[in-house]
């Protein structure tokens, strides 16, 4: 389902003013000394399991090249391969496909049936070019999906795969489609960036596992890969913090936000990192960052509407919802729950206003024609209400 996992420091945010400045840079560790990884040496098992090869992550197994001449016409159109290909996976008796929490590589993939998205990205990758397409990864800004584990925070973010066919465009095939939206901001990433992902998602699950060598070793490959990958940084501050090395870490959370300055996981890290060492003006200050970009997330702002919705204060979920739908307007579900919000406010004719606009913006003739179900059920049928294609 999600792309890759970030371990951030355990981190309280709450809301204040920071005047502080920025992080101290004298004496940071240089990005050589992070990968060098010294301090960590003396803690690290004399023999350690080696990442896969990069040539491996996309491999082609012979399963894999039988299925693809079993099921897709060398000969057919773009489209048509396209067409036989997921309607192979989807159809072919026995061939489930299962969503677990572990990174695998396309063969593994292929061979378990089962992974998180990015396993399932690969495996589609390397089957569409086994097949003749022009296949690519993208990366896709759907809304944040934290959860907590162990000690740590997680981030997870979104991986697909976005085909061109020519002259007849462009297809985005993604394995949880439940999660993906069409008007999610996405873009396309070279193969370097996706086993930058790959290396990262994996350094994850052996960090969570103990196997802190192991992690280090992945991370190596993914910023080798990718030397601006951020996560990669943040993860690797991680594995200082909880080696004991606060330097270390505060210069890779420092390195992450060199590469990118909106990555908040780094700066709740770093918050967190700064609380801990009892430099209270610096740690405010990264937690003011963090909550500013909050703030400017128009899905943090959704998700105050649908929580003020569930409580009954239809007031303050059409206030959060219009911030949001400010921010991005093409977002039909920002317009679906305004709608239910006036509907519950008794004001019918608003209600059909926004179902209206939500059918407009939708992506898809399947939710336009929901939205154009639930106009009806509503008694009303504006004049501008689009119809289904």
Same mark, same amino acid.
């Given at each position: 389902?999600?792309?890759?996992?970030?371990?951030?420091?355990?981190?309280?945010?709450?809301?204040?003013?920071?005047?502080?400045?920025?992080?101290?840079?004298?004496?940071?560790?240089?990005?050589?000394?992070?990968?060098?990884?010294?301090?960590?040496?003396?803690?690290?098992?004399?023999?350690?399991?080696?990442?896969?090869?990069?040539?491996?992550?996309?491999?082609?197994?012979?399963?894999?090249?039988?299925?693809?001449?079993?099921?897709?016409?060398?000969?057919?159109?773009?489209?048509?391969?396209?067409?036989?290909?997921?309607?192979?996976?989807?159809?072919?008796?026995?061939?489930?496909?299962?969503?677990?929490?572990?990174?695998?590589?396309?063969?593994?993939?292929?061979?378990?049936?089962?992974?998180?998205?990015?396993?399932?990205?690969?495996?589609?990758?390397?089957?569409?070019?086994?097949?003749?397409?022009?296949?690519?990864?993208?990366?896709?800004?759907?809304?944040?999906?934290?959860?907590?584990?162990?000690?740590?925070?997680?981030?997870?973010?979104?991986?697909?795969?976005?085909?061109?066919?020519?002259?007849?465009?462009?297809?985005?095939?993604?394995?949880?489609?439940?999660?993906?939206?069409?008007?999610?901001?996405?873009?396309?990433?070279?193969?370097?960036?996706?086993?930058?992902?790959?290396?990262?998602?994996?350094?994850?699950?052996?960090?969570?596992?103990?196997?802190?060598?192991?992690?280090?070793?992945?991370?190596?490959?993914?910023?080798?890969?990718?030397?601006?990958?951020?996560?990669?940084?943040?993860?690797?501050?991680?594995?200082?913090?909880?080696?004991?090395?606060?330097?270390?870490?505060?210069?890779?959370?420092?390195?992450?936000?060199?590469?990118?300055?909106?990555?908040?996981?780094?700066?709740?890290? $770093? =918050?967190?990192? %700064?609380?801990?060492? #009892? !430099?209270?003006?610096? /740690? +405010?200050? *990264?937690?003011? @960052?963090?909550?500013?970009?909050?703030?400017?997330?128009?899905?943090?702002?959704?998700?105050?509407?649908?929580?003020?919705?569930?409580?009954?204060?239809?007031?303050?979920?059409?206030?959060?919802?219009?911030?949001?739908?400010?921010?991005?307007?093409?977002?039909?579900?920002?317009?679906?729950? $305004? =709608?239910?919000? %006036?509907?519950?406010? #008794? !004001?019918?004719?608003? /209600? +059909?206003? *926004?179902?209206? @606009?939500?059918?407009?913006?939708?992506?898809?003739?399947?939710?336009?024609?929901?939205?154009?179900?639930?106009?009806?059920?509503?008694?009303?049928?504006?004049?501008?209400?689009?119809?289904?294609?």
């Amino acid at each position: 389902m999600w792309s890759r996992a970030v371990l951030a420091g355990l981190t309280v945010l709450v809301a204040g003013c920071a005047s502080a400045p920025p992080a101290r840079d004298a004496g940071r560790v240089s990005p050589p000394e992070l990968l060098a990884a010294r301090p960590l040496a003396a803690a690290a098992p004399t023999e350690t399991a080696a990442p896969v090869d990069e040539t491996e992550v996309l491999a082609v197994s012979p399963e894999m090249r039988a299925f693809v001449a079993e099921h897709v016409a060398r000969g057919a159109t773009r489209p048509m391969k396209l067409l036989q290909l997921t309607s192979a996976l989807i159809d072919v008796p026995g061939f489930r496909l299962t969503y677990d929490e572990t990174t695998r590589t396309a063969a593994a993939t292929f061979k378990a049936r089962r992974g998180n998205c990015l396993s399932f990205s690969n495996m589609f990758v390397a089957l569409a070019r086994q097949a003749g397409l022009q296949a690519w990864f993208q990366e896709v800004d759907a809304p944040p999906d934290w959860s907590f584990r162990d000690d740590a925070f997680v981030l997870n973010r979104h991986i697909n795969v976005l085909v061109d066919l020519g002259r007849a465009g462009e297809r985005v095939v993604d394995f949880n489609v439940d999660d993906f939206k069409a008007s999610y901001d996405r873009r396309v990433i070279t193969d370097e960036r996706a086993l930058a992902h790959y290396y990262n998602n994996v350094a994850v699950e052996r960090l969570r596992a103990g196997d802190g060598a192991s992690a280090l070793a992945c991370l190596r490959k993914a910023l080798a890969h990718d030397t601006e990958f951020s996560p990669a940084w943040t993860t690797l501050g991680t594995l200082y913090r909880r080696g004991g090395q606060g330097g270390h870490a505060e210069g890779a959370y420092l390195r992450a936000l060199d590469a990118d300055g909106a990555d908040t996981v780094a700066m709740s890290n $770093l =918050s967190w990192l %700064y609380e801990h060492e #009892g !430099d209270a003006g610096r /740690a +405010a200050w *990264y937690r003011h @960052r963090v909550l500013a970009h909050r703030n400017r997330n128009p899905y943090y702002h959704f998700q105050l509407g649908k929580e003020a919705f569930d409580k009954g204060e239809y007031d303050a979920a059409i206030a959060h919802v219009e911030r949001a739908a400010r921010t991005k307007r093409n977002e039909d579900q920002f317009y679906f729950l $305004l =709608s239910l919000a %006036y509907r519950q406010k #008794g !004001d019918t004719r608003t /209600a +059909a206003r *926004y179902l209206a @606009r939500a059918q407009r913006v939708a992506a898809t003739d399947e939710l336009r024609r929901r939205y154009e179900s639930k106009m009806q059920a509503l008694g009303q049928r504006p004049k501008d209400a689009v119809q289904p294609q």
